[in-house]
């Protein structure tokens, strides 16, 4: 099966702008590709999971990947799928948050001599003069097509800045760089991006009278049409010091029976034919089913080793066990205790089971909270240094999340 067939078997493909001659490039290992990807914060998400896999999937296939690192993009904020303006980053935060991308692309993606590129488009974009952007890319660009795009509309109710507004001519001057200066013939993205995106080949065929192409990869949903990659405390990081490799585990270990084969399909590198054997599984093979995609996830983000001690120390937990060798762990320090104790929902949030002391309360009001498999009831509950030196507490919240917390 060719590459741009396995994309489609896998659910991967949304929008493209010319099927025949996108299939062609990247069958033929043709395609000069980039993926962008802005400096939000210090880590990779799972949202970018699948963009990182499909550069690797391409990769394998001979195509080169052009891996884009928006330090000046960055600066002004994707309105895409935003209800508000994004918080406004220093030059000094996106140089750090460029920093820690590239280490963990390279886990992904081959890069080197005539591999894969990494480049930053603060390296033009920071140095272009305002007025003579306009007069070579203003006309090329009409206001009424950019407020009837997706990424605009569902903003004007609330109301979109000027800033954000150029967001679209500075990503598709992305696309038209990087096709003058590298041969870039095509762009992947989120399907939310597919206006910016279609701003890019207009760009290009209107500056320069050629074609390039761009591709749109579904977005990975669940069954009730929710985008997946959050929990109740935050995204699912691919930083093992922002979400450590047992709860990057246990949160595909954990999706619903309905989306379980479809990450499978999208998310992993297993063969096709593995994979349609497994659409008729169902009840007690679907949570095996589960710990294959969990396992296969957290192996490819973050390597073999650390997949083995995220599934053995589930099954244990799961089968009835507290092996907690392998347990998320929170060494509290001697400035935690008051008077040598600490209360229960300070445990919550210093173990980041909750954001807050309020969220810690109702989630003990509720019922969600176990130590050492007692429910708690009382949000007056505290530890002392000494008991929680001389044996550890593992805290759950509902069946799902657990936490060894020790001093």
């Known amino acids: 099966m060719k590459i741009y067939d396995e994309l ?13 001659e996108i299939k062609e490039l990247i069958n033929n290992g043709k395609a000069v590709f980039y993926i962008g990807f802005d400096p939000t914060a210090d880590s990779l998400h799972v949202g970018h999971f699948m963009a990182l896999c499909l550069m690797k ?33 220093t030059k000094e935060d996106i140089d750090h948050n460029i920093a820690c991308f590239k280490k963990q692309m390279s ?18 974009l920071l140095d272009l003069n305002y007025v003579e952007v306009l007069r070579e890319v203003g006309t090329c660009f009409s206001v009424n097509n950019m407020l009837r795009a997706e990424c ?10 000027f800033l954000e507004f150029n967001y679209m001519i500075m990503q598709s ?12 013939n095509m762009q992947f993205g989120g399907d939310d991006q597919w206006s910016n995106m279609l701003g890019g080949t207009e760009l290009i065929r209107k500056k320069l009278g050629k074609d390039a192409y761009a591709m749109t990869i579904t977005l990975l949903m669940n069954s009730e049409g929710k985008k997946m990659g959050k929990t109740a405390s935050g995204a699912v990081w691919l930083d093992p010091e922002k979400t450590s490799p047992y709860e990057f585990y246990q ?6 029976d309905q989306d379980v084969l479809k990450c499978i399909r999208m998310l992993t590198f297993l063969p096709l034919e593995e994979i349609d054997a497994m659409s008729n599984w169902e009840g007690s093979q679907l949570n095996e089913a589960k710990d294959i995609l969990a396992y296969e996830l957290t192996k490819l983000v973050h390597g073999e080793e650390e997949a083995e001690k995220a599934r053995e120390a589930s099954k244990a937990l799961f089968g009835g066990g507290m092996n907690s060798e392998n347990m998320p762990t929170t060494t509290l320090a001697d400035e935690d205790f008051t008077d040598g104790k600490i209360d229960i929902l300070e445990v919550l949030v210093k173990t980041g089971i909750t954001k807050s002391r309020g969220e810690g309360r109702r989630l003990v009001q509720q019922g969600g909270v176990s130590a050492d498999d ?23 919240k509902g069946k799902k999340i657990f936490h060894k917390v020790q001093a």
């Open 107 to 124: 886990r992904f993606i081959e890069f080197g001599e005539g591999k894969a590129m990494m480049v930053n488009n603060a390296d033009w």
């Open 251 to 256: 949160y595909w270990r954990n999706v619903g």
């Open 374 to 396: 007692q429910k708690v009831s009382d949000i007056g509950l505290s530890f002392t240094a000494d008991q929680l030196k001389a044996e550890p507490v593992i805290i759950k």
């Open 152 to 161: 605009y509309k569902q903003r004007m109710e609330k109301g979109l800045s």
């Open 8 to 20: 489609v078997a896998r659910g991967l493909i949304a929008q493209v702008t010319d099927e025949d």
């Open 173 to 184: 001057y992305d696309f038209y760089h990087l096709f003058k200066e590298y041969g870039c």
């Open 57 to 89: 999937r391409l990769q394998m296939a001979g195509n080169r990947p052009i891996a884009l690192l928006g330090g000046g993009t960055g600066m002004i904020g994707d309105p895409s799928g935003r209800s508000d303006l994004r918080k406004m980053l």
